[in-house]
């Protein structure tokens, strides 16, 4: 995304659009303002190489801040505005950002978790937060480029095996913003997006997709319309408001507005021609009905956060092949394995693989140098004889709820330091709404009692502790749980009742 590029030719063409408030950038003030951040920040010690955190819900300045960063050669690193203070503290401190972007709203929890006589430079949207405010730091700095650009990277966070923060940088490329090479062109081929798109964009903007098909859009000089948070009446007007041209979900979103009460009444923009659905495979059932409501344009995706590669189908294929998951775009390469790595036939369920091209250029910093060239997330699935991807299950126990992947060891460590607690395990069961919900089954010790009052009060030990996505929605209570001769908790065991009453 290079701002000056599209405002060289159109100055006055929205560029951002908040669904709700109707505030607005064009791509001029995009540019003007994220070239006074980029000049503040430099004068405040921030270089490229840096890392500048986003902890902000979504909101006007969130563009500005991308771009500024991705202007300066910065390590862009949008995280969670649900965390709680000491989970971003987790993530500030393995990150060491030298700026650090908030809002009035989450100032106090970024407060309680920078760390005591700390460097950064923090800025708040709003004045009188107990930071220093963004707009009047910006004030007085040149609206024109800093002298030395060079296009920035992004950064996301994954909890990774045992919940704790994860981080995956691209590799900074070491060129300027304008030579940069365009991200995921073959899913923006497919998808049409172009300086005409309106992008509708109802998700957290930390999140990868969203954050992805923002910079997609912003770099082909089309508009994005961001929602402040999901509702799905209102993204149904969004879209009509908005004259919106694509939009991007998680199978959630599309389920609630399928339970719309009003739904047959709802009058569908002529527009809106492009869907497209990821972070979660999206049900059969789910895609059929809003295809046969909006006509046939949602087409899905699937990938890793960490960029490993993707899979795409079209509206007409899904209709052709339902449950699949479609073929990689570009060059990367789909392989099925046995437990032991052993290459698997067509239709032959194992552990799903990419292999990405030599040649690509948005890699990991960490993975740089090494020579592993196949990466999987730890799905299981398989391809059909046409190289068709369709996804069965996953390896681990990473619950995928409302499209956020959410990690049990995480949760299981928060209850074990519960005095009541003597032993849980943490795992995901089918929720006809988010796809799972987060169930919680302990083990109490002896002198505590198992009831619908200490399964209150555990929930709301995790509720202090973590997000509130990853606090259990119910606990249930055992005598023993169960663990193998290793000591490793018998999930399956425990899990399988519950799958079986879905």
Not at 150 to 177: I, N
């Amino acid at each position: 995304m290079y701002p000056p590029t599209t405002a060289a030719d159109h100055p006055d063409s929205l560029a951002f659009v908040m669904a709700g408030s109707g505030s607005s950038l064009t791509y001029q003030q995009l540019d003007e303002q994220s070239s006074q951040l980029a000049h503040l920040l430099r004068n405040r010690g921030v270089r490229s190489g840096d890392s500048i955190v986003l902890m902000m819900e979504n909101r006007i300045e969130w563009p500005v801040v991308v771009a500024a960063g991705m202007r300066a050669g910065l390590y862009v690193t949008p995280v969670n505005w649900h965390l709680t203070a000491g989970e971003l503290a987790a993530i500030l401190e393995e990150a060491s950002p030298a700026a650090l972007v908030t809002s009035a709203m989450l100032a106090e929890t970024v407060a309680a978790a920078l760390p005591a006589g700390h460097s950064t430079v923090v800025l708040c949207t709003e004045p009188d937060s107990g930071f220093e405010h963004l707009g009047t730091a910006m004030e007085g700095h040149p609206r024109t480029p800093i002298a030395d650009e060079r296009f920035g990277a992004r950064v996301l966070y994954s909890g990774g095996t045992t919940g704790r923060p994860k981080a995956f940088r691209q590799k900074l490329l070491d060129v300027h913003p304008s030579e940069a090479p365009v991200r995921h062109a073959g899913l923006a081929a497919e998808l049409g997006i172009g300086d005409t798109t309106v992008l509708l964009s109802p998700a957290p903007n930390y999140h990868a997709a969203p954050f992805t098909f923002q910079l997609m859009t912003l770099a082909a000089g089309g508009t994005v319309v961001c929602m402040e948070r999901f509702d799905p009446a209102a993204a149904l007007d969004a879209i009509r408001t908005y004259g919106v041209t694509l939009s991007q979900w998680v199978p959630t979103m599309l389920l609630r507005m399928l339970r719309l009460p009003d739904r047959d009444s709802i009058e569908l923009s002529p527009t809106h021609i492009t869907a497209v659905t990821s972070g979660a495979p999206c049900p059969v059932d789910v895609k059929d009905r809003i295809n046969r409501w909006w006509g046939p344009i949602l087409h899905e995706y699937y990938g890793a956060s960490e960029g490993y590669g993707h899979t795409y189908i079209s509206a007409a294929e899904s209709a052709r092949r339902p449950g699949s998951v479609g073929r990689p775009l570009g060059e990367t390469t789909v392989h099925i394995t046995d437990e032991a790595g052993n290459p698997l036939g067509a239709n032959e369920i194992g552990r799903v693989w990419f292999e990405p091209p030599a040649s690509t250029t948005y890699v990991n910093a960490h993975e740089a140098a090494t020579t592993e060239t196949w990466k999987s997330m730890g799905d299981r699935g398989y391809l059909d004889e046409d190289g068709y991807l369709y996804l069965v299950g996953r390896e681990s126990f990473m619950i995928i709820s409302g499209g956020v992947n959410i990690y049990p060891e995480e949760i299981e460590e928060v209850l074990l330091r519960h005095p009541d607690v003597a032993d849980v395990a943490v795992f995901g069961i089918p929720d006809p709404d988010l796809g799972e919900q987060v169930k919680a089954v302990v083990e109490l010790h002896e002198n505590a009692q198992p009831g619908e009052s200490t399964a209150t009060a555990l929930i709301e030990h995790c509720r202090a502790a973590l997000a509130t996505y990853k606090t259990p929605r119910s606990i249930d209570f055992v005598d023993r749980i169960p663990r193998l001769p290793t000591g490793k908790l018998n999930k399956n065991t425990l899990r399988s009742p519950y799958l079986a009453k879905s």
